[in-house]
């Protein structure tokens, strides 16, 4: 589903990621993980189409889409930062996607209903996005990133500054929900226990 080959990116005089490859199976989710400034998030934003490489190839699905623009790409993301909507209400944050696909108005409503069941959300479809918890706001921003059903989905540290027993409860959740959509996931984190329970596999970015 995913293959990424030879991926080079210089900042300058500075190589950040150095013909760097990997590949993914259909369903499988993979944790990234290495150092600060090891080049995880670098490579997630090549893989989006948000950094174009300075060598290499990027393939989904079997499609070479090195040069394809990053909303063309069937990826999902999921920031730190969540990156929630403020002016809209859980519903229409995770119907954004959905929307720009021009989806029907009751297909979008079906599946905000069951993202929100998936994520264990139910009947949050009004909320007001600044009356959300710290791990319910992730629980949506996971939600939003689904509902497209796209080919891969990246997270950046997707559970980072959450307190130790919400963190460890979301990661056991998040891993069942990848499952359960069969998606294509890849995870940046730094933290073991947090790939442990989240993953099929672990590489570190220094061993692709």
Known sequence: MLDVREVTVRFGERTVLD???????????????????SGKTTLLRVIAGLLRPDAGTVRIGGRDVTEVAAHRRQVGLVF????????????G?????LRIAKWPR??????VTELLELVGLPGFEHRRIEALSGGEARRVALARSLAPRPA??????PLSGLD?????????DLGAVLRATGTTALM?????GEAALVADRAVHLGEL
């Open 19 to 37: 013909r760097v490859s990997l590949s993914m199976d259909r369903g499988e989710v993979v944790a990234l993980l290495g150092p600060s400034g």
């Open 80 to 91: 730190q930062d969540d990156q929630l909507f403020p002016h809209h209400d859980v519903a």
């Open 93 to 97: 944050n995770i119907a954004f996607g």
């Open 106 to 111: 009751d297909e979008q409503r079906a599946r």
């Open 152 to 157: 891969v989905l990246l997270l950046d540290e």
């Open 164 to 172: 130790p027993e919400l963190h460890d409860r979301l990661a056991a």
């Open 188 to 192: 940046v984190t730094h933290d073991r």
